[in-house]
């Protein structure tokens, strides 16, 4: 199997790495790609938002697969550009990934399907966000209606930072806080059939203990020793396949990656948000304990052949993944500062670049690079993810130091 990977962030060198060790896989090519990703696969210098562009190079490359990872490139319709060349794509169509693109279509399609989730209004002006912000009280939870990189959700205490963030996002979907533990789960599908792959937990606040500004996910541990037992199972039948149902019902089946966002709360799981790919960095985790073939799976789901495809197997253990970011993230991350230290197997490149006058790597993004490890248990994958990120030196870095450790002490409660 030939197989294009699109993008260039720590998801995508996930994937590769996953797609690189699949048996059947006998060519891999990356575009953008980043430095990691170069290790495994050919990298091509394409826009990954150009439809046309990407669809020329899978025709040229004599793709038998397209593996579309960021959300920019599904809302752009590259997927739909790929397939309109008779080659299969994994991710949805443009019209689908608006599960993604838009906060408030996403509402619509979880009220329509019956799928437990926040109350929730749509705002675009002053006035109606304030009335929607004293419906709820706090904290506030207000969200950027469209796509802004895992980074435009806002949850505060004080409404006037609320109303400042909805004022600066225009359209806002402002919905009640879901009190509980999160759980991200990403469901691989062709629009009818669907396999859960294991639940993660991700990090999304800059700080350790959950505080200050939210990122796009400063680290991820799987799987979740604490989740109440069947939670995968009330998923698949509360949520996911109701929201497939009414997707085809609107004649805009999802294929691809449906990611489920999940607050446990005390009256059972309720759904924050969907993302139409997989995400980063619980990619880094999820992909790193499975055992089946990456690109197999892949492929059975962007040809519509899910249903015939076998079980999924899952490696023994746990896997922990620490983001190394920039110096200034989330707000105004450094760049092109000199790293060492990362050209080790378990180093997973999200943000890096190659310096043209001597190769040096460089940053090249807020998220830089993420150390990832498996172990026999949670608290083994933990020692050693923080053991690969104790040997990465990059200028004024920072990340989190409390990753999975409240799960490795059994201090994550149930609430009711």
């Given at each position: ?25 006998e060519a891999l090519t990356a575009a953008p790609g980043n430095p990691g990703i170069a290790g495994v696969a050919e990298l091509r210098a394409v826009e990954a938002t150009d439809p046309a562009a990407v669809a020329g190079l899978a025709v040229e490359f004599g793709a038998d697969l397209v593996v579309i990872g960021p959300e920019a490139p599904l809302v752009a319709g590259v997927a739909d550009a790929v397939r309109a060349k008779g080659i299969p794509a994994f991710g949805p169509s443009a019209e689908a990934a608006r599960l993604e693109g838009s906060k408030a279509f996403a509402k619509d399609v979880m009220l329509a399907a019956r799928v437990p989730t926040a109350r929730a209004f749509t ?294």
């Amino acid at each position: 199997m030939r197989v294009l990977l699109v993008g260039g962030g720590g998801r995508e060198h996930a994937l590769a790495l996953g797609l690189a060790g699949d048996p059947s896989v006998e060519a891999l090519t990356a575009a953008p790609g980043n430095p990691g990703i170069a290790g495994v696969a050919e990298l091509r210098a394409v826009e990954a938002t150009d439809p046309a562009a990407v669809a020329g190079l899978a025709v040229e490359f004599g793709a038998d697969l397209v593996v579309i990872g960021p959300e920019a490139p599904l809302v752009a319709g590259v997927a739909d550009a790929v397939r309109a060349k008779g080659i299969p794509a994994f991710g949805p169509s443009a019209e689908a990934a608006r599960l993604e693109g838009s906060k408030a279509f996403a509402k619509d399609v979880m009220l329509a399907a019956r799928v437990p989730t926040a109350r929730a209004f749509t705002c675009a002006d002053a006035e109606s966000a304030g009335r929607a912000l004293d419906e709820f009280g706090p904290p506030y939870v207000v969200k950027n209606d469209g796509l802004a990189a895992g980074k435009g959700v806002v949850v505060t205490e004080d409404r006037a930072v609320a109303l400042q963030h909805a004022g600066e996002c225009g359209r806002v979907v402002i919905e009640e806080y879901l009190a509980g533990p999160e759980v991200s789960l990403f469901v691989v599908t062709d629009g009818e059939a669907a396999l859960p792959l294991l639940p993660a937990q991700d990090f999304k606040r800059a700080g350790d203990g959950d505080t200050g500004p939210n990122t796009g996910g400063m680290g991820a541990y799987a799987p979740l020793p604490w989740a109440p037992p069947g939670l995968v199972d009330e998923v698949m039948r509360d949520v996911v396949h109701p929201t497939l149902a009414e997707m085809r019902r609107r004649g805009t089946p999802f294929a691809g990656l449906l990611y489920v966002g999940l607050a446990i709360t005390a009256a059972g799981p309720r759904v924050i948000e969907f993302n139409a790919r997989f995400g980063d960095p619980e990619t880094q985790v999820v992909l790193a304990l499975l055992e089946t073939p990456l690109a197999g799976l892949l492929h059975a789901a962007a040809t519509g052949t899910l249903a015939a495809h076998p079980p999924l197997r899952w490696r023994d253990g746990a896997a922990v993944t620490v983001v190394v970011a920039a110096d200034g993230y989330p707000a105004a991350p450094r760049t092109g500062d000199v790293i060492t230290g990362a050209d080790r197997p378990g180093v997973i490149h999200a943000g890096t670049a190659r310096r043209a006058s001597d190769g040096a790597l460089l940053s090249a993004g807020g998220r830089v690079l993420c150390g990832t490890a498996t172990g026999p248990d949670l608290a083994a994958a933990r020692e050693a993810a923080y053991a690969l990120v104790r040997g990465i030196e990059l200028a004024g870095s920072h990340h989190r130091t409390d990753i999975a450790a409240a799960a490795v002490a059994g201090r994550i409660a149930l609430p009711g």
